[in-house]
């Protein structure tokens, strides 16, 4: 920056005419000053003339001291070759001061401050440019809301819960999150892209070590993906990474895999006593994981020989009644206890860790969902009543008939059925009866 020039003394003395020129020399340059008389009212004025541009360009100033100080300017700009900066007038300079002092703050110069908002006035026009920043600025991910996962996820699982969603969904829910937010701490909403939640699907492993289901997979990202797909509409987030994840097929074909009678008895023999009863209402009665860990006492009925699932508690959201066999009787009857008691005291997470254990110590393969797979197998088996067991399983006929049909035969059913405990002096067995 350029320090300002000394005054130039002007050519003309007080005793002359003072409306004379009054010419400013410095150095080569000269810059003529035209003082005006007042005319209709309006003050005295001077009018500095200046060459610099080619033409004549007159500058009007209040006082001869501006005027002067506005002479002398323009004629070191002109002795220095600074010919633009002498052409501008003292509004032009406030006006490129401000301009300065505006942009400094994201250290650009005026000339990159207008190159850049001619740029962008060319996509979306000059009138526009405002608004097309304010609506970027909304969808930047600088600008979104750090919202804690688990606080976002308590938050949505309360909506949830006020909308009288059904205890299985919300049972889902938490069970699924809760694995989200313990596999990601300290992490916001935000935080994550589409690729960032494919990772974490693809790595997902069950509690022995190998990967969950692709049905699994699914579950959790249509559960994950609600939680995003409930604050992108409330704003809080601009997309719903969910979106574009990879769509993994599940395959309906093959056989269903479940325990053989000699398994089952192994495993109801290994089982430890918290287990027992949960794996037993699987076995031969079908019920599913988290039916089992919603079930109270009080829904086994020992006299009328049947087990109620309430809609509450189905995955069907219907009522169903599911036949108690003899057999499963005689293993549920000595750890029955107080009637609004749960069957399975733990967190339903708990149960197939349980089973796996189990399985370990009967050195019994281990077999997913094979509690419930087993029970449908040999009970189409031992009787063919396809729709009978479609009722009592909470399936269509369609997914018995197609899955579980023709697995077993009778022979190896009636063995399934007729494992029980061993017999105790003070036990009378029950009676045989499906």
Same mark, same amino acid.
């Given at each position: ?272 006593? #918290?287990? &027992? !009863? /949960? ?8 019920? +599913?994981? *988290?039916?089992?860990? =919603? ?26 009644? #599911?036949? &108690? !066999? /003899? ?8 750890? +029955?206890? *107080?009637?609004?008691? =749960? ?92």
């Amino acid at each position: 920056m350029r320090n300002s020039p000394r005054m130039a003394a002007p050519t003309r003395t007080d005793s002359q005419d003072p409306f004379a020129p009054i010419v400013v020399k410095l150095g080569r340059t000269s810059v003529s000053i035209y003082p005006r008389p007042s005319e209709r009212g309006r003050s005295p004025r001077f009018v500095v003339a200046s060459y610099t541009s080619g033409k004549r360009v007159l500058i009007s100033l209040p006082t001869l001291a501006e005027a002067k100080k506005e002479a002398t300017r323009i004629a070191a700009l002109t002795n220095a070759g600074d010919a633009i900066g002498a052409q501008m007038s003292g509004t032009d300079r406030m006006e490129l001061l401000r301009a300065t002092e505006l942009v400094a703050p994201f250290q650009l110069d005026p000339q990159t401050a207008c190159s850049l908002f001619a740029e962008a006035a060319k996509l979306v026009g000059p009138h526009n440019v405002v608004a097309a920043c304010q609506a970027f600025a909304k969808r930047s991910p600088a600008s979104r809301e750090r919202l804690p996962l688990a606080k976002a996820a308590d938050a949505y699982f309360d909506a949830k819960e006020s909308k009288r969603r059904s205890p299985r969904l919300l049972q889902d829910l938490r069970s699924r999150l809760g694995r989200f937010i313990a596999d990601h701490p300290g992490k916001a909403l935000a935080d994550f892209a589409t690729a960032d939640l494919q990772r974490w699907l693809d790595d997902l492993r069950r509690e022995d070590g190998e990967p969950v289901s692709a049905q699994s997979r699914r579950n959790f990202a249509t559960v994950v993906g609600g939680m995003f797909e409930h604050y992108r509409r409330r704003g809080i987030l601009t997309e719903n990474p969910c979106r574009d994840l990879e769509r993994e097929a599940v395959r309906g074909g093959g056989d269903v895999d479940f325990w053989t009678p000699a398994e089952a008895e192994a495993l109801l023999r290994a089982a430890p006593e #918290v287990v &027992l !009863p /949960a794996l037993v209402l699987g076995l031969f009665c079908g019920l +599913r994981t *988290a039916e089992v860990a =919603r079930l109270r006492w009080q829904d086994v009925d020992f006299e009328q020989r049947h087990v109620t699932v309430r809609a509450g508690d189905a995955k069907t959201a219907s009522r169903r009644l #599911v036949p &108690l !066999p /003899a057999n499963a009787a005689s293993w549920l009857l000595p750890h +029955r206890g *107080a009637a609004l008691s =749960r069957i399975f005291p733990e967190h339903a997470t708990a149960v197939p860790k349980r089973v796996t254990e189990a399985c370990t110590t009967a050195d019994v393969r281990r077999v997913e969902n094979g509690a419930r797979h087993s029970w449908v197998t040999y009970r189409v088996a031992l009787g063919g009543d396809v729709a009978r067991t479609s009722l009592e399983a909470g399936n269509s006929v369609a997914v018995i008939h197609s899955h579980y049909r023709g697995l077993a035969n009778e022979t190896d059913a009636k063995r399934y059925f007729a494992i029980y405990p061993a017999p105790a002096d003070n036990v009378i067995p029950l009676p045989a009866a499906l």
